[in-house]
């Protein structure tokens, strides 16, 4: 069984506070540091008993090789964002997104980012990132725009 590491584990109390609050929550943190790990065991401590876990096709396995390894119990759905369309019921406790910079298209959201936000802009959710802004801080608003809990909402 895999453990976290020890700042793994500090970024997941954190985020989870963070989630609790505001239903969004994003990792953006450097690029093979753990963030699926992280975002895994928030879901857990959110107390999820069912989660989609949206990411590239290549990272699917990956993904449920760590949800396995690291002992999580709750029922998680692995889909890449072309499948969205297969989804028939949204009765998802948190949704992780990988790769989330994805949706920063600018200065119009792109037909994934609207399908998101019409399917799951109501849960909350969890981004994850390892270029969150790649090429403009404009890139953030439609990113969070998915969210109905979104801070540029305020």
Known sequence: MFELRSYQVDIAAKG?????????LYLAMEVRCGKTATSLEIAKQFEAKKVLFLTKKKAIGSILSD????????????????????????????VIHDEHHRFGA??????????????????PMIFLSGTPCPESYSQ???????????????
């Open 67 to 94: 949800y396995k390894n690291f002992g999580y119990t709750y029922h998680i759905d692995v889909i890449n964002d072309e499948s969205m369309h297969k989804i028939t019921s949204n009765d998802y406790d948190v």
């Open 16 to 24: 989870l506070n963070i989630l609790k609050k505001h239903n969004i």
């Open 106 to 123: 600018f200065p119009k959201p792109g037909l994934y980012t609207k399908m998101f936000k019409k399917m799951f802009g109501h849960l």
């Open 140 to 154: 953030m608003y439609h990113q969070f725009w998915v969210s109905d809990y979104s801070p540029f909402r305020e």
